[in-house]
């Protein structure tokens, strides 16, 4: 039987999400797992990609908009009046 | 406010469940409740798909309103977030399509697929076809990627704005707001495969966005 051809970096970069999604198959798993033993580029490659992740969560920090919550809560007020006049 | 910006696992939680109860039953305080917990990442997650924060404030006001006259056909086979997120995205996808800010949704194909730029990679033929000819380096060390650091963070949200509408809203909701790959799908209405492509994509692209800011920073430097 012959070995399955290793991953190169090209390949390995459009698989990373899939990875780390879990949604690769337990071989192409084996591939990848691999790749990255035997690249430095590509375990920091990998890397960038965790702080990319990382960085976007933090954009979720930023102050609120402000609300016209007033207008908002009269609307919802008059909608249920109505809703419940019939 | 509740802190909202951590990764939070999107169980139901019984207290959203009682709050659309109490909604149905017109509960001033709980749509209040309800709208402070969400409003701001609602408008975020509009600025997918129109041009300006003003639009997207709209929309979020537009959704609440929807989310009022549909609260009684809520049913609990999802969770309120996402069924907030559901409505609010029809809306959003509605506005930016008569804005011309997003083309109708079914078209993913997005020319070049490519993670990363093909010069980065020797070619086919060389003797090291497809590895790194320009490996990444490593990141770990870069006082520019702090967080806290203002100036990326501007470059962050201008880069995640100026996505695609499809690849913007996967990946907010996703690495921004947390939600779990399912709701994305429910919320989108798109498939498993198809969420994973974009999220794919767009990730890639706001990594190339960093890799520039930190090598414009060290060229400068």
Known sequence: ?86 | MTGYGSKQTMVQSEDETALVRQLVAGDEAAFAELVTRYHASMVRMARSFVPTDAAAEDVAQEAWLAVVRGVERFECRSTVKTWLFRILINRAKTRGVRESRCAPFSSFSAGDGRSVHPDRFFAEGHLNGGHWSIAPQSWRSAPELRAESCETRECLKAALESLPSAQQAVLRMRDVLGFTAADVCAALNVSEANQRVLLHRGRSRMRAVLETILLETAEAS
């Open chain 1, 1 to 86: 039987m012959t070995k399955p051809e290793p991953l190169c970096c090209v390949e390995f970069v459009e698989l990373v999400t899939d990875w780390l999604e879990g949604a690769l198959t337990a071989f192409e798993r084996t591939l990848v797992d691999d790749h990255l033993a035997a690249c430095e580029a590509c375990t920091t490659y990998l890397d960038q990609m965790r702080q990319t992740i990382s960085m976007l969560a933090t954009l979720a920090d930023d102050d609120p908009a402000a609300i016209l919550i007033d207008r908002l809560l009269i609307a919802f007020g008059e909608l249920h009046r109505r809703r419940h006049d019939d």
